[in-house]
């Protein structure tokens, strides 16, 4: 029976009868290969004789193929296979993508004879059907039941549906419930158990997964929520997927930065246990890629940079900040890192620097070996003029910060009392800004200036001193010498104290008094009441 039905069957009897003569016998046929194995020949074997079997949805592609394979000459097989693809299979979404999926195991025959391109035709155009008319609830129920699909098909299913002109949120919606399914086992939970595939077969099959969703995800870069692709971006981080796969997310991820969370941008930067820093580059190209395309849009709008993004810088600049402020706590967070994502923010984005000076009050308490240089390198990424009241006074008496932001803070509500001292009329930035390093200068030498009339005193005291103890003549000789020698250090000191005279350019006689000490030790000691700097 089988012969009369089979012309493959029939041939491998026929060679076989030529090799071994006519009165060879075959006993064994090696039919190992035939489409959906013993099962599936099991049934065209009882088709043959005649015996009743079951189609459904799981076997009929495989029937339809083995019918192929086996060169069925009776075609009854294969034409009651087809009659319930077509009138039954075929008439839902469900029972489509179940026939499609039977056809994974069923290449390259499946393919061959049609079977592919026909189940992932009609299940695209159901798919789009449900996207816009939903038969049942919830309206994207057929999301999940193309997840039972493996990536090659489920790709052909998104490819036919941006071919009927589905909408991107259609496609979005699918993609997302198809990553979130396939990639599941790459969650927190699963992380250190991953780590041990870091060579095997799974991490390479899981890795192409990621590269075959990032090449279907639509044009439009808008369409996916952020949280969504950070995810997504960390697990190609994670997989160390190829480059081009990485730079079309973080492209993705800039265009739509200004809906990004705190959340969102720790999840790229640390392991997803959470208990190192992981990965800050992503988030650099990030932000400057956005920083880049405001700044763009400000040059195409007449120049309008601050007016053109302001609302979108300032919303990134703060997340940015409280980004800062997470990760300051870790001691592997270099300067240059920190400073690196700091600085990428422009000026005009941050109204107040608050935010900035709280992450860097935090990052100088996480690393308190900083010295002095290191501590302003940690600080030049903040405007001391444009902290708050209260960021000003927490300033003033923070002892991690360095001397020049501390004396910044201190000096600042003085200006404006200088100014006018109107609460809501600040100081023209950069004469302020000329002024406090004026007087941070001043302060400076002003120490050097306390430093050198301490030893000024000393040396008199030595004089003194020296004065008691000798005679008249020797006393003469020592005083004229010493007068010498004491009117060229007064000389020196009195054009230093000359340069930070407040009133040099005011009222006449406090110049005048200062001026007078270089007239020698004579007229200083004449007149100690007129001298304007006095150590005694």
Same mark, same amino acid.
């Given at each position: 029976?089988?012969?009369?039905?089979?012309?493959?069957i029939?041939?491998?009897?026929?060679?076989s009868n030529k090799e071994?003569?006519?009165e060879a016998?075959?006993?064994?046929?090696?039919?190992?290969?035939?489409?959906?194995?013993?099962?599936?020949?099991?049934?065209?074997?009882?088709?043959?004789?005649?015996v009743?079997?079951?189609?459904?949805?799981?076997?009929?592609?495989?029937l339809?193929?083995?019918?192929e394979?086996?060169?069925?000459t009776?075609?009854?097989?294969a034409?009651?296979?087809?009659?319930?693809?077509?009138?039954?299979?075929?008439?839902?979404?469900?029972?489509?993508?179940v026939?499609?999926?039977?056809c994974?195991?069923?290449?390259?025959?499946?393919?061959?004879?049609?079977?592919v391109?026909?189940?992932?035709?009609?299940?695209?155009?159901?798919?789009?059907?449900?996207?816009?008319f939903?038969s049942?609830s919830?309206?994207?129920?057929?999301?999940?039941e193309?997840?039972i699909?493996?990536i090659?098909?489920?790709?052909?299913?998104?490819?036919s549906?941006?071919?009927?002109g589905?909408k991107?949120?259609?496609?979005a919606?699918?993609?997302?419930?198809?990553?979130e399914?396939?990639l599941?086992d790459l969650s927190?939970?699963?992380?250190?158990?991953?780590?041990?595939?870091?060579d095997?077969?799974?991490r390479?099959?899981?890795?192409?997964?990621?590269e075959?969703?990032?090449a279907?995800?639509?044009?439009?870069?808008?369409v996916f929520p952020i949280?969504?692709?950070?995810s997504?971006?960390?697990?190609?981080?994670?997989?160390k997927?190829?480059?081009r796969?990485k730079?079309?997310?973080?492209?993705?991820?800039?265009?739509?930065?200004e809906?990004?969370?705190v959340d969102d941008?720790?999840?790229?930067?640390?392991?997803?246990d959470g208990?190192?820093?992981?990965?800050?580059e992503s988030v650099r190209?990030?932000?400057?890629?956005?920083?880049e395309?405001?700044?763009?849009?400000?040059?195409?709008?007449a120049?309008?940079f601050r007016?053109?993004c302001?609302?979108?810088?300032?919303?990134?600049? !703060? /997340?940015?900040? #409280?980004?800062l402020g997470e990760?300051a706590?870790?001691g592997e967070? &270099?300067?240059? $890192?920190? *400073?690196?994502?700091a600085?990428?923010?422009?000026?005009?984005?941050r109204?107040?620097?608050?935010?900035?000076?709280?992450?860097?009050?935090?990052?100088l308490?996480?690393?308190?070996n900083l010295?002095?240089?290191?501590?302003e390198k940690?600080c030049s990424?903040?405007d001391p003029?444009?902290?708050?009241y209260?960021?000003?006074?927490?300033?003033s008496q923070?002892k991690?910060?360095?001397?020049?932001?501390?004396l910044h803070a201190?000096?600042?509500?003085?200006?404006?009392?200088?100014?006018g001292?109107?609460e809501? !009329? /600040?100081?023209d #930035?950069a004469?302020?800004r000329?002024q406090?390093?004026?007087?941070? &200068?001043?302060? $400076?030498? *002003?120490?050097?200036l306390?430093?050198?009339?301490?030893k000024?005193k000393m040396?008199?005291?030595d004089?003194?001193k020296?004065?008691?103890?000798?005679?008249?003549s020797?006393?003469?000789?020592?005083t004229?010498?010493?007068?010498?020698?004491h009117n060229t250090?007064f000389?020196?000191?009195s054009?230093?104290?000359?340069k930070?005279?407040?009133?040099?350019?005011?009222?006449?006689?406090?110049s005048?008094?200062?001026?007078?000490?270089?007239?020698?030790?004579?007229e200083i000691?004449?007149?100690?009441?007129?001298r304007?700097?006095?150590?005694?």
């Open positions: 029976m089988l012969v009369g039905k089979s012309n493959l029939r041939k491998m009897i026929l060679e071994g003569g006519e016998l075959i006993t064994r046929m090696d039919l190992s290969e035939i489409p959906g194995g013993p099962e599936i020949f099991e049934k065209a074997a009882k088709f043959c004789y005649g009743n079997f079951e189609i459904t949805v799981h076997n009929v592609a495989a339809m193929c083995a019918a394979y086996l060169e069925m009776d075609k009854n097989l034409v009651r296979s087809e009659d319930f693809l077509s009138q039954v299979a075929l008439t839902s979404l469900s029972g489509a993508l026939v499609l999926k039977s994974q195991d069923l290449l390259p025959i499946a393919a061959n004879i049609g079977i391109q026909r189940c992932a035709e009609i299940a695209s155009a159901k798919a789009c059907v449900e996207a816009n939903p049942r919830p309206p994207n129920w057929w999301t999940e193309l997840t699909l493996d090659d098909f489920f790709a052909k299913i998104i490819t549906m941006k071919s009927r589905a991107g949120l259609t496609l919606s699918a993609i997302i419930t198809y990553t399914r396939s599941r927190h939970d699963h992380y250190a158990s991953n780590l041990k595939l870091a095997s077969d799974i390479s099959q899981q890795r192409e997964l990621v075959s969703i990032v279907l995800l639509p044009p439009d870069k808008t949280n969504f692709l950070c997504l971006l960390k697990t190609s981080i994670f997989l997927t190829d480059i796969c730079n079309e997310l973080e492209k993705r991820v800039s265009v739509i930065l809906h990004v969370t941008l720790l999840v790229l930067s640390f392991t997803p208990s190192r820093l992981f990965d800050l190209r990030i932000i400057s890629g956005f920083v395309r405001e700044k763009s849009v400000g040059v195409f709008n120049g309008q007016e053109a302001s609302t979108a810088m300032q919303r990134v600049g !703060k /997340t940015v900040d #409280a980004y990760i706590t870790y967070l &270099s300067i240059s $890192k920190f *400073n690196g994502i600085n990428l923010v422009p000026k005009a984005a109204k107040v620097d608050d935010d900035l000076y709280r992450a860097i009050d935090i990052y308490k996480a690393h308190p010295d002095e240089i290191e501590r940690v990424a903040m003029l444009k902290l708050s209260e960021a000003r006074l927490h300033a923070n991690r910060l360095p001397v020049q932001i501390v201190l000096y600042y509500d003085q200006l404006k009392l200088r100014s001292g109107d809501h !009329k /600040t100081p #930035a004469m302020t000329n406090l390093q004026a007087d941070v &200068s001043l302060a $400076k030498e *002003n120490e050097e306390r430093t050198e009339l301490l000024m040396y008199i005291e004089m003194h020296g004065h008691a103890g000798g005679g008249a020797s006393t003469a000789k020592g004229g010498g010493g007068a010498k020698k250090f000389s020196s000191m054009k230093t104290l000359g930070l005279n407040p009133f040099k350019h005011g009222g006449g006689g406090a005048k008094d200062t001026s007078n000490i270089e007239d020698g030790v004579s000691a004449a007149k100690p009441r007129r304007r700097f006095s150590i005694s």
